[in-house]
Antibody, heavy 126, light 108 residues
Framework: QVLLQESGPGLVKPSQTLTLSCAVSGGSFSSGSSSWTWLRQAPGKGLEWIGW???????YYSSTLKSRATFSIDTSKNQFSLHLTSVSAADTAVYYC??????????????????WGQGIPVTVSS | SHDLTQPPSVSVSPGQTASITCSGDLLDYKDVSWYQQKAGQSPVMVIYQNKRRPSGIPERFSGSSSGSTATLTISGTQALDEADYYCQAWDSSTANVLFGGGTRLTVL
């Protein structure tokens, strides 16, 4: 069982940088096959993938947020973080961290998310 | 770019079978995962690799995929299955994770 716990501010002012962290416990943090993932869900909307970071530090970002999102990882604390710059009201959402896993089948790679944090609501407002 | 399309809502009577579809040409060659999200809670994976069920997920949840459509089936639906359900796949062409828009399952 992998446990993930988000932390960070619940309120951020427009144009500022949002920084969230996710603490991981229960093992597998150093596994090279785990992709430590950020997702979000705007009020009343569906799920949106932001991207992920591997233990090695390699990152993947969604095409819609890659210009503003940066991930970091602290292997000594079993923790990874999201930094989202120039936030606006459109970034108001519940932010989730999750563990992603991949496998190769039928000639291509597939991904899924097996463990999720409880989520942290973030409001962007002055 | 690719999209995953789900019906916005599905209704089912207790004890009956609920089927939720997810359509997109991406699914011709990509596996799908399904997530259950109850009100005010974080998502829980109920199916991965089209039809595999994680440990702890009841046997009444099953998945299948044919062509460009994947289906989540809940047999003997219970009131506690009332939730939003999302399908998800990886789009290699854009290197993005895609989610369907979600289906609200109502158990009447």
């Amino acid at each position: 069982q992998v446990l993930l716990q988000e932390s960070g501010p619940g309120l951020v002012k427009p144009s500022q940088t949002l920084t969230l962290s996710c603490a991981v416990s229960g093992g597998s943090f150093s596994s090279g096959s785990s992709s430590w993932t950020w997702l979000r869900q705007a009020p009343g909307k569906g799920l949106e993938w932001i991207g992920w970071i591997y233990y090695s530090g390699r990152t993947y970002y969604s095409s819609t947020l890659k210009s503003r999102a940066t991930f970091s990882i602290d292997t000594s604390k079993n923790q990874f973080s999201l930094h989202l710059t120039s936030v606006s009201a459109a970034d108001t959402a519940v932010y989730y961290c999750a563990r992603g896993l991949s496998y190769f089948a039928s000639g291509t790679t597939h991904y899924y998310f097996d463990f999720w944090g409880q989520g942290i609501p973030v409001t962007v407002s002055s | 770019s690719h999209d995953l399309t789900q019906p916005p809502s599905v209704s089912v009577s207790p004890g009956q079978t609920a089927s939720i579809t997810c359509s997109g040409d991406l699914l011709d060659y990509k596996d799908v995962s399904w997530y259950q999200q109850k009100a005010g809670q974080s998502p829980v994976m109920v199916i991965y690799q089209n039809k595999r069920r994680p440990s702890g997920i009841p046997e009444r949840f099953s998945g299948s995929s044919s062509g460009s459509t994947a289906t989540l089936t809940i047999s003997g639906t219970q009131a506690l299955d009332e939730a939003d359900y999302y399908c998800q796949a990886w789009d290699s062409s854009t290197a993005n994770v895609l989610f369907g828009g979600g289906t609200r399952l109502t158990v009447l």
